[in-house]
T-cell receptor
């Protein structure tokens, strides 16, 4: 299985941008890059995903390196509600139907007021 | 619409007892996943159902664990002869066909199992 590497923890100040890195050097051509986050005492929630091009949605932006061996989740203005564990996951695409998603330990983001 | 529903939200049991955990996925979602999360740990994949295909059971930690999905909808995770190390939050997720390609999973709130 393709694996990801993330820092264990990061800190940010409220209303500042946050860049959460993820390395996935063994990614294959059909693997999608997904980000989920888990707020305290809740199930994970989807944040964003991409394949090759950078992606933006209402929650965040995803910047994908040209060689796809790394990516960065960008929160443009961190709020206290963004404090969570962020998971970077590779979705192995089996002939158009995904297999299971393997979650690593993720990055615990702390946001200071 | 309703999200993924799990029951019970909390279960306390004695070592050696069997437990059943239920998951109601979002209506129409073809894929269903079970994960577990021990205290302070990441998510551990258990089992994955996709449509009528044989489930991917590669994550089940022992033969005490089993799961079924009836009628392509509701799923039950059964743990027989529970052990203290089975204590964890058991999370269910579902995704639709588009999600099956893009990977957007919708998670329930989880069932917290405590084995005394």
């Amino acid at each position: 299985d393709a694996k990801t590497t993330q820092p264990n923890s990061m800190e940010s100040n409220e209303e500042e941008p946050v860049h959460l890195p993820c390395n996935h050097s063994t990614i294959s051509g059909t693997d999608y890059i997904h980000w989920y986050r888990q707020l305290p005492s809740q199930g994970p929630e989807y944040v964003i995903h991409g394949l090759t091009s950078n992606v933006n949605n209402r929650m965040a932006s995803l910047a994908i390196a040209e060689d796809r061996k790394s990516s960065t989740l960008i929160l443009h203005r961190a709020t206290l509600r963004d404090a969570a564990v962020y998971y970077c996951i590779l979705n192995v695409n089996y002939g158009g139907s995904q297999g299971n998603l393997i979650f690593g330990k993720g990055t615990k983001l702390s946001v200071k007021p | 619409g309703a999200g993924v529903s799990q029951s019970p939200s909390n279960k306390v049991t004695e070592k050696g007892k069997d437990v059943e955990l239920r998951c109601d996925p979002i209506s129409g979602h073809t894929a269903l996943y079970w994960y577990r999360q021990s205290l302070g740990q990441g998510l551990e994949f258990l089992i994955y159902f996709q449509g009528n295909s044989a489930p991917d059971k590669s994550g089940l930690p022992s033969d005490r664990f089993s799961a079924e999905r009836t009628g392509g909808s509701v799923s039950t995770l059964t743990i027989q002869r529970t052990q203290q190390e089975d204590s964890a939050v058991y999370l269910c997720a579902s995704s639709d066909l588009a999600g099956g390609i893009t990977g957007e999973l919708f998670f329930g709130e989880g069932s917290r199992l405590t084995v005394l």
